[in-house]
């Protein structure tokens, strides 16, 4: 069961990896540039703020797709008898 739980969860930690990636340059960049660490750690803090709410509210409308296009599985013992 974990092979493809883990499988499946790999798009979303590249993904992750990609965001983490972009807001680690643009905040190198603002240091660069002579931005104050504290603007730099704000910047920081509400880019992942933002990055959670979209992934939250991503989460919820699949999960709210998934139950409207379920099918239902036949179980084991109805398919029996």
Do not use: E
Request: charged share 15%.
């Amino acid at each position: 069961m974990t092979g493809p739980v883990i499988r499946a969860t790999i798009p979303y930690a590249l993904g992750a990896l990609v965001v983490v990636a972009i807001i680690a340059m643009v905040a190198a960049n603002l240091l660069f540039d002579g931005t104050s660490a504290a603007r730099v750690l704000t910047f920081v803090v509400w880019s992942f703020l933002a990055c959670v709410a979209v992934g939250f509210a991503f989460r919820v409308a699949t999960a709210r797709h998934r139950s409207v296009t379920a099918r239902p599985v036949a179980r084991r013992d109805d398919a029996t008898h």
